[in-house]
């Protein structure tokens, strides 16, 4: 396993690393919003190149490490396919991104813009990466982990740097998770110093299970969110880091991540996915229960939303 901690010195190194190539996306503070008495900060991560978080790990490890001839390979819901392939463009090298059959055609019409090679196939993420990994010892090609690798992490972690930056006084911040690269990053930064809360579908509960199992294991995988939260299990590096600086992991229905995909879109015109809105819904569904005048920051980390799948959250909604 890689260095089980990831430090600050790793997400400052990161920071430098990757500012010239990654947008600083806004933090917005709105005063007793979503139904809570206190301050709510949203981090506007979505704004980010590619749509999402994943491109700061994708920099970090492509400038962290030398791109071999055969290029770059990665496995991917969407998020981190488009981030990689945009990254790999920007620094003038060919991608292969492997995605399951779920995935959002939005994403990979993203991803495809990029001009990264997509091969389609397998019904969920791990078979994606299964089919990444066989292509990564047949060609030597650099893989480029979603989630369990150190520059990955460091480089989410990045994000928690800005926002404190723009927000220093937080009490808790609630984050989306999927495989744990950017709850791992975020927990790296603020461990021991800010609540640090995972934020699951009820669905797909990776993190959730392998805390409470004491280790790694494997989930069934079935949520509105799966195509960007839907790994089968937590990785080794995710799960020695959350155990320590992870507080605490809330579940959510899929209903209330539509609701609160609705909710962004009717009250403040933000168009999130699924995944997107998963760390809101925790707080507008009661799956997390903040103390009076709590000061709660909601990680909003990714833009490639169908906006038909949108929409019919919206209509539902009303």
Not at 105 to 130: F, L, M, N, T, W
Request: charged share 20%; proline share 4%; aromatic share 6%.
């Amino acid at each position: 396993m890689a260095n089980p901690t990831i430090t600050r010195a790793d997400i400052e190194a990161a920071h430098t690393r990757i500012a010239a190539h990654i947008r600083h996306t806004p933090a917005w503070t709105l005063p007793g919003a979503f139904g809570h008495g206190g301050p709510v900060s949203l981090k506007l991560e979505f704004l980010q190149h590619a749509g999402s978080f994943k491109t700061r790990g994708a920099f970090n490890t492509l400038l962290s490490k030398p791109v071999p001839a055969a290029g770059i390979a990665a496995a991917s819901g969407g998020n981190h396919g488009a981030a990689v392939a945009y990254a790999a463009k920007q620094l003038g090298a060919k991608a292969r991104i492997f995605v399951p059959e779920i995935s959002s055609p939005a994403k990979i019409a993203v991803i495809r813009s990029h001009g990264a090679e997509v091969v389609i196939g397998g019904a969920r993420y791990a078979d994606a990466q299964a089919a990444c990994d066989r292509y990564v010892a047949e060609s030597g090609a650099l893989r480029v982990h979603p989630f369990d690798a150190d520059t990955t992490i460091a480089g989410q972690g990045t994000l928690a740097r800005e926002w404190e930056a723009d927000a220093p006084a937080l009490d808790t911040v609630l984050v989306a998770v999927g495989g744990g690269g950017l709850i791992s990053g975020v927990a790296s930064w603020w461990a021991g110093r800010v609540k640090v809360v995972g934020v699951e579908p009820e669905g797909s509960r990776a993190l959730h299970a392998a805390l409470e199992a004491g280790r790694p294991v494997d989930v069934d995988v079935q949520s509105v969110a799966a195509d960007s939260l839907g790994a089968r299990s937590a990785g080794e590096l995710v799960y020695a880091i959350c155990r320590e600086a992870v507080d605490h992991v809330a579940l959510v229905t899929d209903d209330a991540i539509r609701d609160a995909q609705a909710q962004l879109w009717r009250d403040w015109r933000i168009a999130s996915e699924p995944g997107g809105a998963t760390a809101l819904a925790a707080l507008t569904s009661g799956a997390y229960k903040p103390a009076s005048g709590e000061r709660i920051g909601i990680l909003l980390c990714g833009a490639n939303v169908e906006l038909a799948k949108l929409d019919d959250a919206v209509k539902s909604f009303a």
